[in-house]
């Protein structure tokens, strides 16, 4: 058996929920936050024990990582580092708030051998962050980026989100220009979604807010123009990296690669199965401490579904898949490339700029 080279960490609190997060977050306190670690560096001494662990990406997801504490924060890392042969790794990132770094998060991040951030910037438009719910102003967003910078990691993202209500085509380019002038090594910038289950999708059901795709569309199409023009390669239809710079455990869960999760909610593929833990930081703790699976969820990845999966994934990376694997959709791969959403390049087929633009309907066609 392989072992395991991607580990994702689901840190769950967050010091406010966001209007539009479908993600599973709660707010957290101390005493529950100490617990809920306890439990996760028990949950990975028992997954160590079981299959063998060696990551090359590890990646702090949530909620907030940095909305814990320095010390609490420093337990983690220090847990996991005891706890995991680190000699194989090269890419360890940790998502962020501007509202909870400050230099001594930065620098603790830093020594502990975190080489990349994801900032949650959203928009450098106040009242952009006010409609988004975002607890950091625009000023402290930029400070922030500074922090980063004099801390020296190797790779700093930068998150930014359009098709907000109320954002008008200036004030993205605005946000765009802005990002560019930062000069991080990797944006990545994604359209509103309205999930089901959120603030923002009953305020879409009641009329409060609507959508545009014609919109949708123009900021996107800029989007990749200005990006582009600046150096950033479109790698994936919402993430844009300088050369070198691409999320590498992004990049391994979209090849279908096998990953393992940690913490409540999180997702794992190991062994032909999907598995998800209980959504439930109190319930994962308990089963945790008593010694159980936090697993409430298992299926089983048929070769079908692998496949269709890895179309899904590789179209939408500037890549593509390899030609062979839509040989089950001949019909429908051609007619894509003769209505010009498909291009062939070598053995490969990649979305075109217009089927950049249609990405979720082209990998529809080959989920039949």
Request: proline share 4%.
């Amino acid at each position: 058996m392989s072992p395991i080279e991607h580990l994702y960490i689901h840190i769950p609190f967050c010091p406010k929920l966001c209007p539009y997060c479908c993600f599973y977050v709660e707010e957290g306190s101390k005493n529950k936050n100490r617990a809920f670690l306890d439990a996760l560096l028990k949950d990975l001494e028992v997954q160590a024990q079981t299959r063998e662990i060696l990551p090359r990406t590890l990646y702090f997801g949530g909620g907030t990582p940095t909305s814990l504490l320095a010390d609490q924060l420093e337990y983690l890392l220090s847990g996991i580092r005891d706890r995991l042969p680190l000699h194989r790794l090269e890419e360890w990132t940790v998502e962020a708030n501007p509202a909870t770094v400050r230099p001594e998060k930065a620098r603790l991040l830093k020594d502990a051998g975190v080489n990349r951030i994801s900032l949650g910037v959203q928009s450098w438009n106040d009242a952009t962050l006010k409609t988004l719910g975002r607890m950091h102003s625009s000023a402290q967003a930029r400070t922030t980026v500074e922090t980063l910078k004099a801390a020296a990691f190797e790779a700093i993202n930068i998150d930014l989100m359009f098709s907000v209500p109320g954002q008008t085509q200036e004030q993205w380019e605005s946000d765009l220009q802005t990002t560019i002038a930062l000069e991080p090594s990797h944006i990545s910038a994604y359209c509103l979604t309205y999930e089901e289950d959120t603030e923002y999708f009953r305020k879409l059901t009641n009329g409060q807010f609507t959508q545009d795709e014609g919109h949708d569309a123009r900021l996107f199409e800029l989007t990749m123009d200005r990006l582009g023009e600046a150096g950033y390669r479109q790698y994936e239809i919402s993430n844009h990296a300088r050369p070198g710079c691409e999320s590498r455990h992004n990049i391994a869960c979209w090849e279908g690669r096998e990953y393992l999760g940690l913490g409540p909610s999180a997702f794992s593929t190991l062994g032909g199965e999907r598995l998800q833990n209980v959504c439930d930081t109190a319930e994962y703790v308990r089963k945790v401490e008593a010694g159980n699976s936090p697993v409430f969820s298992r299926e089983s990845l048929a070769a079908a579904t692998l496949l269709k999966e890895k179309i899904a994934f590789g179209l939408r990376m500037d890549t593509g898949v390899e030609e062979s694997l839509l040989s089950p959709w001949a019909g429908e791969k051609e007619h894509l490339v003769d209505i010009g959403l498909l291009e062939k390049s070598g053995s490969r087929l990649r979305l075109t700029r217009r089927g950049r633009m249609l990405a979720d309907a082209v990998g529809e066609a080959f989920m039949g």
